[in-house]
């Protein structure tokens, strides 16, 4: 029983798989973030389109109907 435990301990096998769970675990994890920051980003950009065609389109109905021509 000795000698299986002491080879147990020197076998590494199963080290590879466990390095490549870290390393997708981490690589998961960054697309997250990445995924989020892109995410708030764009709907930032997008929230300020909006507000200035918004603005734009109130302009220019305004201008219709005080001006009409």
């Known amino acids: 029983m000795i000698k ?3 080879n147990f301990r ?3 096998d ?3 798989t466990v390095d ?3 390393l997708t675990a981490a690589v998961v994890g960054l697309a997250a973030v990445a995924y989020t920051q892109i995410g708030n980003g764009t ?3 997008a929230d300020n389109i909006g507000s200035a065609l918004t603005t ?3 302009s220019v109905v305004s201008d219709v109907q005080v ?3």
């Open 4 to 6: 299986f435990i002491k």
């Open 56 to 58: 734009t389109a109130t």
């Open 43 to 45: 709907k930032a950009v």
């Open 20 to 22: 490549w769970v870290v």
């Open 10 to 12: 020197k076998d590494e």
């Open 67 to 69: 001006n009409p021509e």
């Open 14 to 16: 199963g080290a590879v």
